[in-house]
């Protein structure tokens, strides 16, 4: 493999310089970590289900009209995506109450929401990632108002596409995690993206019937064996057949001659088609 120049690594993944101008290479990685980096593992196979999941719903998501960074799956552990600005901000979606909800406002885990909840918490490790209102985003400059308002359209969008999918897959979509990004024209023209992944990392996402848990809550909480979670959800969204699983452990070698995600909607795509409506002008 020819040496790469690698831009940033995080928890989860790698960004590399892409071999095409304006993208790069997104790695997926087998690490786990939970409580903004105290606990860590190396899970073999982690990376490329996640992979494997998120380009599945990234192409699902173009095909509705949701713009995202997304270009194409490069093989088992890569994508190729747009190079973006990255927006500091994380949208939370809340459907069911779980997690941080229960602890701050001392909801009963499961209870389903009188209606959906989106929460937003500045992407800043060393502060924790703290939760912020929509002043806080807009007073520090992370994002403007019309930026804003398309993160919060996408993301209700995105929850109403997701909810309908996992639903039919006998999956509760409990909350998730979007990031969304900038990218500029060669007009000056800006646009607001989807970035990052959407996969069980950042989902929870529970059996509709028994309510167990499918997701990173498995490796937070030491709930059952995390690639088993996450394979039951690649299976059921028809990804992965079951000869792939052999002994609990995903066989990597047999992923290997697996087809890529179809995704030719995201391969035509070119910047001028990542929204219908008039870009706005860089200001």
């Known amino acids: ?5 690698k831009l940033y690594e995080g928890k989860a993944k790698i960004i590399y310089e892409g071999s095409e101008s304006g993208t790069v290479i997104q790695y997926f990685k087998d690490d786990a970590t939970a409580f903004n980096g105290e606990k860590h593992d190396i899970i073999a196979g982690k990376g490329v289900l996640n992979n494997r999941i998120s380009s599945h719903i990234m192409t699902k998501l173009e095909a509705i009209g949701i713009p995202t960074h997304f270009i194409r799956q490069l093989n088992m552990r890569e994508q190729l995506v747009s190079s973006l600005e990255i927006i500091p901000i994380e949208l939370v979606v809340r459907n069911i109450a779980a997690g941080s909800l229960c602890k701050r406002l001392g909801l009963k885990e499961g209870e389903v929401l009188p209606k959906p909840l989106i929460e937003f918490y500045y992407k800043k490790d060393e502060l924790g990632d703290p939760l912020i209102g929509e002043d806080h985003i807009v007073t520090f400059g992370w994002a403007d108002h019309y930026e804003l308002e398309e993160m919060v359209s996408m993301a209700w969008r995105v929850n109403d596409y997701l909810n309908g999918m996992f639903s039919g897959i006998g999956l509760s979509l409990v909350d998730f995690k979007l990031e969304f990004g900038r990218i500029w024209g060669s007009h000056g023209e800006l646009y607001v993206v989807l970035a990052d992944e959407i996969s ?9 019937n028994t309510g167990e848990k499918m997701d990173k809550d498995r490796f937070r909480h030491n ?9 039951y959800i690649a299976k059921k969204l028809g990804l992965i057949p079951d000869d792939l699983v052999q002994g609990g452990n995903l066989n990597e070698e047999m992923m ?4 890529q995600i179809e995704n030719e909607l ?8 990542l929204k219908a409506k008039k870009p706005r002008s860089k200001v």
């Open 223 to 231: 709930l059952g064996d995390l690639i088993e979670g996450y394979q």
């Open 256 to 259: 290997k001659n697996l087809d």
């Open 266 to 273: 995201a391969e035509r795509r070119r910047l001028r088609d």
């Open 1 to 5: 493999m020819a040496r790469r120049t």
């Open 200 to 208: 069980p990392d950042n989902c929870r996402l529970w059996d509709s």
